[in-house]
């Protein structure tokens, strides 16, 4: 037979490793997580919206930590690029390969900027006039929503 101190034996890890995620997520400024294990699902988001949410009995999980709003890239200086679609970005055609821009790259209209992969699906994602790139916003592999910020950029 199982005392209720047993429940909490469980409980405690868990919000231990949500906890060490979210600060993870905060460290390495990721707007989303997802984790996908047997009968264990974790989705976290960031910037804002409620955080996090997992499908387990609710009674073994209760949020460490408070969500927090992260600024739009929009409102600081430059114009941002966004993404069209949900996926995963990639800033090189293969892990190989040296990235398309980096910061500081000054590029043509035209110039692939970034994959997105949605339903194994290579999405090049391409400048749509002469622009200087002032700061990479998404680090390669990293899940992207559609509409988010993927880049700052000045048109020149």
């Known amino acids: ?31 989303e997580l997802e984790i996908k294990e047997d009968d264990f699902y974790l989705h976290m988001k960031r910037k ?45 055609p293969s892990p190989t390969s040296l990235p398309f821009v980096k910061e500081g790259d000054v590029i043509d209209a035209g110039k692939t900027l970034c994959i997105i992969e949605a339903m194994k699906v290579m999405n090049e994602i391409k400048a749509d006039g002469r622009l200087k790139i002032l700061k990479m916003l998404v680090e390669n592999g990293k899940s992207v929503n559609a509409n988010q910020d993927l880049f700052l950029v000045e048109r020149v």
């Open 48 to 92: 804002g919206k409620i955080c996090p949410a997992a499908h387990l009995p609710q009674s073994a999980f209760q949020p460490a930590v408070a969500p927090e709003t992260v600024p739009d890239a929009a409102e600081s200086s430059g114009q941002s690029v966004k993404s069209p679609i949900n996926g995963i970005l990639y800033r090189a």
């Open 1 to 31: 037979m199982k005392s209720p101190n047993d429940k909490n034996a469980i409980e405690n890890p868990l919000k231990e490793k949500v906890t060490a995620l979210y600060k993870l997520m905060k460290a390495e400024k990721l707007e």
